[in-house]
């Protein structure tokens, strides 16, 4: 993004995450976690908290900064550069620390929040289960109340960061009878016997952020760990939606990024038929193109993080998380795609990351709701908007010569 056009306090966050990645994080560690020697990186976690980069928008009271959105997709840009494990676990404070700064007492924050983004605590969020990702509501884990505890049962699936973390965000079934959008609440879980994590996924990409598979058998979770209110974790989890899209929607450009800045450097060295490449028509296009997919992407991103911070939360706020998600996420992967296809067999080989940079781009289109659905949630907002407001612009149907012609307009 032009320097010219942020602020001091937004250019000292960019600097301090570029910092950040230049010199906290050894070339060693990406290695070692995609060659599943390293299964999660919690020093990585410790760096970041003792460098003050944890849990930006908190506010300070907890340990955050008071930041807003604004800077806070600066810096998931700069982490982002890193790859999707390491940018996901950079995130989690963020979405796990949403749902606690939002929905939780004092106590809970004092208890819970302070600790995450101090670094002593590491969180993941369990939502995921094996009957199905998207299909939220559909939850099968159950939390049975017992005086002042649940009974916590069930299992969750795919959880990034599980292998390693402390503490779990889990949503389980409340309320057996209720439909599914009230019959959920969200739990502060703390790991425990009875909390497993057995085994961590092989995984395509995105590797060695300890993702895993989470039982829960017979844990007993302080009534005092609810979030908000009981079965209703419906808002909890709308909320969620913010936190765990613009985290994935800002790492990607910086993944995205790197790939391309690979690219066309490399198109700038590599002759053939005596030229540079990059003065290939079939090369430098894909530059062009992948540069302006990039900066609409990131334009799109700064655009949604300031109308978050402005209207908080809201039906157009999510159909435009949505659409940064969704757009970031499927820009990286056309930008990858194509600086493999500029750097040729060379990029598909571990001489440069692009090819890791291919795994992970590639699940980006799918964690946190998968593209598809970002589709459904933006018609979605889109037509509930537009139906339920008188228009003020111009009537630019009726601007057709035929326009009022008798019996032309036909809806049934």
């Known amino acids: 993004m032009s320097n010219t056009i942020l602020t001091p306090g937004q250019l000292a966050i960019q600097n301090e995450a570029r910092t950040f990645v230049r010199e906290e994080v050894p070339r060693q560690l990406l290695l070692d976690m995609d060659a599943e020697k390293v299964h999660y990186p919690r020093e990585y976690v410790q760096k ?21 959105w604004s800077h806070e997709v600066l810096a998931l840009e700069e982490i982002g550069v890193l790859g999707a494990s390491l940018a996901c676990l950079y995130s989690l404070p963020s979405i796990v620390g949403e749902a606690i700064n939002i929905f939780c007492s004092p106590e809970q924050k004092d208890k819970f929040l302070k600790p995450v983004i101090e670094g002593k605590l590491t969180v993941a969020e369990a939502l995921t289960e094996p009957r199905g990702g998207s299909d939220f509501f559909g939850a099968t884990a159950t939390a049975r109340r017992e005086g002042d505890v649940y009974v916590l049962n069930g299992q ?9 973390a402390d503490l779990f965000m889990v949503y389980a079934r409340t309320d057996p009878d209720a439909a599914g959008h009230k019959a959920i609440s969200a739990l502060l879980v703390e790991r425990s016997q009875g909390v497993e994590v057995q085994h961590v996924y092989g995984l395509m990409g995105t590797r060695g952020g300890g993702t895993g598979r ?14 908000g209110r009981e079965h209703s974790a419906y808002e909890v989890f709308n909320q969620m939606m913010i936190p765990e899209r613009m985290t994935s929607a800002a790492g990607a450009l910086g993944l995205a990024r790197a790939a391309l800045e690979i690219a066309a450097r490399y198109a700038e060295r590599r002759k053939a038929f005596g030229q540079k490449i990059r003065e290939f028509e079939g090369v430098n296009f894909k530059v062009a193109e992948s540069l302006t997919r990039l900066d609409a992407a990131r334009a799109l991103v700064h655009e949604t993080a300031r109308i978050i911070d402005r209207l908080g939360n809201s039906g157009y706020v999510r159909r435009m998380v949505s659409e940064s998600k969704k757009f970031a996420t499927d820009t990286a992967w056309a930008v990858v795609n194509d ?6 067999g060379i990029g598909y080989t571990n001489v440069y990351p692009i090819e890791r940079m291919l795994r992970d781009a590639r699940l980006m289109t799918i964690w946190t709701g998968t593209n598809e659905i970002m589709n459904l949630v933006i018609q979605h907002e889109y037509f509930r908007e537009l ?9 630019v149907e009726a601007d057709a010569l035929n326009a009022n012609a008798e019996g032309e307009k036909v809806y049934e």
């Open 339 to 344: 600086a493999m296809q500029i750097m040729g």
């Open 156 to 164: 969750k699936r795919f959880i990034v960061g599980a292998e390693g």
């Open 214 to 227: 989470v039982y829960f058998r017979d844990v007993r979770v302080p009534v005092g760990n609810l979030i």
């Open 48 to 68: 970041l908290a003792a460098r003050r980069l944890l849990g930006l928008r908190f506010p300070q009271e907890w340990g955050g900064r008071g930041l807003d």
């Open 387 to 395: 139906l339920a407001t008188v228009p003020t612009a111009r009537e």
